[in-house]
Structure formats: structure tokens, C-alpha cells
């Protein structure tokens, strides 16, 4: 139980390109989901904070217009890194939680995106 | 936000038994310890999560002090495969504003 499934897994693509990454919790509702950023050699960035029927709550230091983060559904969100430029090149990794029910529930995180701009 | 401390990296060998430590002295009262293991390219996966005392599943052990101001992954017999970066967070039961900051992680090389 508890998959998340993240897509695409890898994507190439030239400068001035708007890219959408699709996160999905296959077998739970996700209240909560989160998304990330990782570069060479480093640890997990929080971005924002997804939640279901809200505007997304972003991190200091991250544009919101230029990733557009959608949470339409228990079941999905998607990051749009848009107009994308070299210096946006990274893992992005999402993860969800499902609604906490007195314990702390962990997160689930999907495989990343490795995000490529020429 | 309880801020983690863990060594950067370790070294084992197959069949050893591996202990890592965070450090987490400003954990606050409805805080939960977990730990994930991650491997290149790959998202976190989730090992083990406590409160206080023990905590063990079929993959680690998770040691958790009385004061709660640190706690130990514990991997038995690691092979190969165990090579990875393992970070502990610490973050509340429910209620308020989760914010999971991640620290640098403790990068585990098990050697043959």
C-alpha cells in the first residue's frame, strides 16, 4: 500500500519550455502533498506545500509563478515549472501524506522527475 | 522546527550491524521521529517512525532515548543494497502547519 506514482520520471527539454509533472497517490487520498527539489550531492528542498482544494503554500526563495503547483483532487497534484531555463535543471521529487488519524502519518514519495533544459 | 544533526557519512561492512544517530535537541512534545532511506534517483522511502523507547520492524530498529534529544537508526546485518543516504526528520503528530525540512543526510557506503 501507500504508492505514489510520479510522472514523467525524465524529461529533456529546450529552454523557454513549460514542463508539468503529474503526482499521484494510487491507493490513499492525500490530503497533503509536498514537492521537492534536489540538487547533485544535496538533501531534499521543500518547494511548497500542495493541499487538496487550496492554493499551494511555497517555501521562501521559490517563485509561484513560475511553478504553478495544482492540487485538484485527493489523488493528484501537478507541478508546472514554466518557461523552464538551464538553472532549473534538477530532481524534482513529490511525496504525499494521507490524513493523520491521531498518529504522525509518514510521507510517500514518488520517484522524482529529473528535469533536464538545454 | 527541530532542527537534525547526523554524521555526513559511514562506513560498514556486509554482515555488520549499523547504528546512526541524529541529533535532535529542540524536539518539541507532539514530535514524531522517522526515518527514510534514499537511493540515487530515486524518491525517500519510508524505514521506521517512534515516539520514545523502542520501535522495531522488519527492516530496522529505532532507539529513542527518555529525553527524546536524539535517536538511533539501528540496520542489522547490512548488505550491499543498504548503500544509501538515510535521513531522520522529526515533525508533529497533527495540527498546525507541517513543514518536513530534511538535513543533509547520513550517506551509508557498506563495502563487501
Known amino acids: 500500500g501507500a504508492v505514489v506514482s510520479q510522472h514523467p520520471s525524465r524529461v529533456i527539454c529546450k529552454s523557454g519550455t513549460s514542463v508539468k509533472i503529474e503526482c499521484r497517490s494510487l491507493?490513499?487520498?492525500?490530503?497533503?502533498m509536498f514537492w521537492y527539489r534536489q540538487f547533485p550531492k544535496q538533501s531534499l528542498m521543500l518547494m511548497a506545500t500542495?493541499?487538496?482544494?487550496?492554493?499551494?503554500?511555497?517555501e521562501q526563495g521559490v517563485e509561484k509563478d513560475k511553478f504553478l503547483i495544482n492540487h485538484a483532487s485527493l489523488t493528484l497534484s501537478t507541478l508546472t515549472v514554466t518557461s523552464a531555463h538551464p538553472e532549473d535543471s534538477s530532481f524534482y521529487i513529490c511525496?504525499?501524506?494521507?490524513?493523520?488519524?491521531?498518529?504522525?502519518?509518514?510521507?510517500?514519495f514518488g520517484d522524482g522527475t529529473r528535469l533536464s533544459i538545454l | 522546527l527541530a532542527k537534525t544533526t547526523q554524521p555526513i557519512s559511514m562506513d560498514s561492512y556486509e554482515g555488520q550491524e549499523v547504528n546512526i544517530t541524529c541529533s535532535h535537541n529542540?524536539?518539541?512534545?507532539?514530535?514524531?521521529i522517522t526515518w527514510y532511506q534514499q537511493f540515487p534517483s530515486q524518491g525517500p522511502r519510508f524505514i521506521i517512525q517512534?515516539?520514545?523507547t523502542k520501535v522495531t520492524n522488519e527492516v530496522a530498529s529505532l532507539f529513542i532515548p527518555a529525553d527524546r534529544k536524539s535517536s538511533t537508526l539501528s540496520l542489522p546485518r547490512v548488505s550491499l543494497s543498504d548503500t544509501a543516504v538515510y535521513y531522520c526528520?522529526?515533525?508533529?503528530?497533527?495540527?498546525?502547519?507541517?513543514?518536513?525540512?530534511f538535513g543533509r543526510g547520513t550517506s551509508l557506503i557498506v563495502h563487501p
Open positions: 517512534g515516539y520514545k
Open positions: 511525496s504525499a501524506q494521507a490524513p493523520g488519524q491521531g498518529a504522525h502519518q509518514p510521507q510517500h
Open positions: 529542540n524536539i518539541a512534545t507532539n514530535d514524531y
Open positions: 500542495s493541499n487538496e482544494g487550496s492554493k499551494a503554500t511555497y
Open positions: 491507493d490513499f487520498q492525500a490530503t497533503t
Open positions: 526528520l522529526v515533525g508533529p503528530a497533527s495540527g498546525g502547519s507541517y513543514i518536513p525540512t
